[in-house]
């Protein structure tokens, strides 16, 4: 009764002593910082303002005010602030931050037994929150942050936090991180492949907390006033070495909208055994289902039945276009200075385009802005060394990382006189400066290369390298907006040098593509229910298709280049991520691009109603340089939908249709000199294709283990493939030896991964198809009769194992299984003479397959000692890659002896293949 009481009696003479000002003013100006602005109006109307200094001791105003009253020109000062404002009578005005004062008190204030922080909805005004008293032993223990600014006007329940979490040593974003809010078990978030988050919270006071067996645990009281940013540092837990290879997200996979999304956490997967020890991002990325490649050793990737061109692999949003070593043994992204690794096999956001099948998203770890460290890895034919440093303490930091192979003092010091002069060697260099500018602006830069060089006991020598860089820079606009802007520049060649035997036709050859693009993202949170994400992109394709020059004056070979091709790719996009109610969510977004094939160059000109050869061609058109040959383009649509059944179950379906505007054509199954990149134009159109995706996902056992299925459909359109017996190679009439056919995929793909404990990994299968038609008007464009057949990649049954066992904090125990279908095969079924002379007879085309293919690999792990105070972390991995020995088939060809056709098979590892790697982190 007593507390009513003075209540009342405080409400009566705040009400009496409460005024509002009708005081003008008129001021001018120009990044006026805002205590000097008070000042001025203080001067002339005789107010007094109290305030804190450091609440507005960074801000600036602009404007001029004619006679304007102060409550509009503190309004203005204050509009993209925290800070709030009340008179009092006494010329006295108050400044306050993230809170409003009110003169009255919410209806039925004093029925309310316990005052804890609430909201409360008007139709008539606002109601203010109010927060509880609390002990100071509990607000000291969890610390309290304010999050928005009160406003009158606003009438929401719910509001929107964001922010990123970010590593508390390296400043490195942390996915993953499950955010949830004590006492509200229907609310949460995770992290994002970039630390970001959003969660949307009821007014007032919520108790959040973090959860992630990776980081160390966060628990603040936050009270909500509005829409607001909050970002969190967290440390590394101890516990988390050896213990999960593959990030489970927590409820991500059950939560979010998007199908078909696949996530690697880079730090994790050191303890699978990969060949020759190494660790390789992509090579883990194909023990998930619906991802797999041609064959042991072959570089891209096929994903859900697509060829390897139509997956766009970005470096730091860079196009990176060929990422192994080796010619696919090894993964040319440095384990070392990656971070997490985000793969869109389903759905695709509408930020991304122009290819058909999957999207890799790579994101190179920032440095740490803390302290000196790095680490560096010894194995049998590679040395990997990264450092980082901070360049301003706490700001900006930087990373260089390099991996070589001595693979050729290996060679040379072998008796065998054959490959004393081989070569097989590959290097890849990278650095990232990454820089807090202040809270609302951060810069980074990368910059990448890699050069490879194979020639065994052969008078080809190989090479190709990669380049690429990065500029991104990235803005907090206000609260509610936020932005990038990205330049990235990518460039890729292939060089083949011949020194034949017989004959002096030495030559040099190669191709060349560079692609430049500038990118703007924005994201707004429009509301609790709405977040929109938009932008514009635009790039530039130069490519160079071929050229052959004699190696030297003697050789007989006649130089020839095949003319320079230039495109340019433009789109825009727009993306709602609407959450209709708590158990329905939908994103859904549209992407526009525009494709124009430019200058210089000759457009040939064929007769219609006949096949495309030399002698259909009629006329060859000329055009200028930048001049426009050939355009295309079209709207692509991406939504998708998530539905809780049950609080741990979850339905989702997709679709997108997507288009491709360049091309890669090949008739082997690896990286070789016949690879010919081709971009659209009048005679090539661009590929399209539409993808159905329908899943269930499910989580149990607090998260422990983690289900899903997937089952999808996939049609493609305008498919390039090649005539039988094709020429690609320097082919200035491409568009004569080329088809363009339909395509179609389908699958269904099973996933259980449990993410702690003793025993951890995950257990994949799919059964997907993929397969081709060459359908024409004419015989010569007619593949199989124009029925569906197999593609070169359609291998139906998929199925991997992954298990860590950790026995001890030290010692854990590790295996990977892997099972395919073999790889469909063109095979000599019969001979026959014609004429005089002996003709092979060929099945159809993919109608037979090579042995199924199969693998078991071991690994023991041995963690240096976990004593905190020493100089450096160790780590042992000793492996068996193929313990079985099984010779696995790569590619069946045959040869003719003695007027005998005999098959013969190839292999990369017919045999086990040993492995001792010493890491080391300081």
Known sequence: MRRKLLLMMFLLTFQLITAQSDTSVTLNLQNTPVPDALEEIERQTGLHFFFIEEWVSDLTISGNFEQVAVEKVLEQIFENTLINYFFMQGERVVLIRNVLIYGELPEGYFEIQNAVVQAYESEEEATPVFSGAKK??????????????????????????????????????????????????????????????????PAGENILESKSIMTESYKKRVIVFNDGQMDIALGESLEMLGEVMLDANARSNVKEANTGVEQINVREIKNIPLV??????????????????????????????????????????????????????????????????????????????GRLSSVFDIRTRD???????????????????????????????????????????????????????????????????????????????????????????SDSLFSYNNRLATLRYNRSLNEKNRGSIILSNSDYQFNIDYAGYLGNNNFSSGYRINETELKINLTHLYSAAHRFDYGVSSKLYIVSPGDVEPLDEESVVQALSIPQEKGVESAAYFTDNFTVNEKLLINTGVRYSFYAAVGEGIVNVYEKGVPKSEASLIDREEYGANEVMETYGGLEGRISARYFLLPNLSAKASFNNTYQYIHTLTNNTTMSPTDTYKLSDANIEPQRGNQYTLGLYKNFDSNLYELSVEGYYKTTRNTLDFKVGAQLFLNEDIETEVLQGKGRAYGIEFLLKKSRGALNGWVGYSYNRSL?????????????????????????????????YKMTKRFSFSANFVYQTGRPVTFPVGKYIFNGSEYVHYSDRNEFRIPDYYRLDLSLNIEGNHKIAKLAHSFWNISVYNVLGRNNPYSVFFITEGGEVKALQSSIFSIPVPTITYNLKF
């Open 367 to 457: 440095a740490s802005t803390q302290k000196f460290g790095g680490e560096a890895s010894i194995g049998p034919v590679t040395g990997n060394l990264t450092l980082e440093m901070p360049v301003i303490k706490d700001k900006a930091g930087l990373m260089v990382g390099g991996r070589s192979t001595y693979s050729d003092w290996i060679l040379r010091s072998l008796d065998e006189e054959s490959l004393k002069n081989s070569t097989a060697t590959f290097f890849d260099v990278i650095a990232k400066y990454n820089h807090i500018i202040n809270n609302k602006n951060e810069f980074e830069a990368t910059g990448y290369f890699s050069r490879d060089k194979f020639s065994i006991t």
């Open 772 to 804: 081709l038609k060459l359908d024409g008007d004419f015989n010569e464009e007619q593949v199989n009769g124009g029925e569906y057949f197999p593609s070169n990649f359609d291998k139906p049954h998929d199925f991997s194992f992954v298990g860590n």
């Open 276 to 353: 020759l020890g190494e660790r390789d991002i992509l090579k883990v990325a194909t023990t998930l289902p619906g991802i797999s490649t041609a064959g042991e050793g072959s570089s891209g990737f096929n994903v859900r039945g697509g060829k390897a061109d139509q997956n766009l692999i970005l470096l730091d949003d860079a196009v990176i276009y060929n990422p192994s070593h080796f010619f696919g043994l090894f993964s040319a992204l440095n384990p070392f200075t990656s971070g997490d690794v985000k793969i869109y096999k389903g759905n695709m956001p509408a930020e991304y385009g």
């Open 136 to 201: 100071a032993s509990e607000s000291k223990e969890l610390g309290t942050v304010r999050i928005g600014k009160e406003t009158r006007e606003n009438r929401r329940k719910f509001f929107t936090l964001s922010g990123k979490i970010t590593d508390k040593e390296t400043g490195d974003p942390l996915s993953g991180v499950a955010l949830v809010v004590e006492g509200k078990p229907n609310l949460g978030a995770v992290t994002d492949v970039e630390g970001n988050y959003e969660i949307r919270l």
